[in-house]
């Protein structure tokens, strides 16, 4: 079984300071790891995703196959950052996406 | 204008009835799915369909049905078997292949039974 695990339902930071979302994951064997980001009153939409390695909006992850990690980071945290975050993993080869529970940001100004 | 469309966006609804919510997209893709979102929950996975014809149960299927007869649609049915239907339903779907494809989503749809 597949399984995603967000240990913070809220994270309050303040504007200008570092963000680290956290995100551990279960799967025994290679996943693909997502981060998903759902602004107010907007659908859900991709955020960035571990094979690509990019940076997008300031945001990066990186993917600790020993820790079974998949944590969201930013520097410098911004208003507009202010969102619902969710980590999401589908095994290779298949269809299937399992989410995790979310984590809210808020930035406080 | 290419995406995924979900109808109705809001429905209400009397226990015990049977509903429907439609889910279309024009992006030819092949995989689609159901997720129900509640707060404090995130998203669950409910069926998703790789193929037309074909479909599979998510974590969470019990008191669902779908049906995937045409590539572009992929309707969910909310049974009276369903026992807390009341939640927030979003349709998603992704391009042929997996392999770090991304996955579209719907704008949703609000169901509440009284």
């Known amino acids: 079984a597949q399984r995603v695990t967000q240990p913070e339902k809220l994270l309050s930071v303040f504007k200008g300071a570092p963000v680290e979302l956290k995100c551990n994951y279960s799967y025994s064997g290679s996943p693909e790891l997502f981060w998903y980001v759902q602004y107010s009153r907007q659908r859900l939409q991709l955020l960035l995703r571990h094979i690509s390695r990019e940076s997008i909006k300031g945001f990066t992850a990186d993917l600790n196959k020993g820790e079974t990690s998949f944590h969201l980071k930013k520097p410098f945290a911004q208003e507009e950052d202010s969102a619902m975050y969710y980590c999401?993993?589908?095994?290779?080869?298949?269809?299937?996406?399992?989410f995790g529970k979310g984590t809210k940001l808020s930035v406080i100004p | 204008d290419g995406g995924i469309t979900q109808s109705p966006k809001y429905l209400f609804r009397k226990e015990g009835q049977n509903v429907t919510l439609s889910c279309e997209q024009n992006l030819n893709h092949d995989a689609m799915y159901w997720y129900r979102q509640d707060p404090g929950q995130g998203l669950r996975l409910i069926y998703y369909?790789?193929?037309?014809?074909?479909?599979q149960k998510g974590d969470i299927a019990e008191g669902y049905s779908v049906s995937r007869e045409k590539k572009e649609s992929f309707p969910l049915t909310v049974t009276s078997a369903q026992k807390n239907p009341t939640a927030f339903y979003l349709c998603?779907?992704?391009?042929?292949?997996?392999?770090?494809?991304?996955?579209?989503f719907g704008e949703g749809s609000w169901l509440t039974v009284v």
């Open positions: 369909s790789q193929i037309v014809n074909d479909f």
């Open positions: 999401a993993l589908r095994g290779a080869g298949s269809y299937q996406l399992t």
């Open positions: 998603a779907s992704t391009p042929t292949g997996y392999s770090g494809n991304t996955i579209y």
